[in-house]
């Protein structure tokens, strides 16, 4: 089994930053795609950044230019660095995460709890 655990969360005031973590555990071989979304009060879960292992990352058009999506592989972590933070990226993030439990096996995706990030004056 895997746990992905999310951290950094937090109120903080518009226009200001937040960086979350993402860190995955137990039966990993590798990570293919690492994932953050979000999810605010009544609306869908919505796709914010993806960093592939290896390749070119992809960010929703709401946070291009504010938020950055990286990776350290050794760690088995990803961050989402958010800055320029507005009231409407107030909303639960998680991450996922695509594992491979073995070099024979197929890859498995899973989800983390969730950390609240709250915007507001």
């Known amino acids: 089994q895997v746990q992905l655990v999310e951290s950094g969360g937090g109120l903080v005031q518009p226009g200001g930053s937040l960086r979350l973590s993402c860190t995955a555990s137990?039966?990993?071989?590798?990570?293919?795609?690492m994932r953050w979304y979000r999810q605010a009060p009544g609306n869908q879960r919505e796709l914010v950044a993806t960093?592939?292992?290896?390749?070119?990352?992809a960010y929703a058009d709401s946070v291009k230019g504010r938020f950055t999506i990286s990776r350290d592989n050794a760690k088995n972590t990803a961050y989402l660095q958010m800055n320029s933070l507005k009231p409407e990226d107030t909303a639960v993030y998680y991450c996922?995460?695509?594992?491979?439990?073995?070099?024979?096996?197929?890859?498995?995706?899973?989800w983390g709890q969730g950390t609240q990030v709250t915007v507001s004056s």
């Open positions: 960093i592939p292992n290896g390749g070119n990352t």
């Open positions: 996922n995460a695509d594992v491979q439990h073995a070099s024979w096996a197929g890859f498995t995706r899973y």
């Open positions: 137990g039966s990993i071989f590798s990570i293919a795609a």
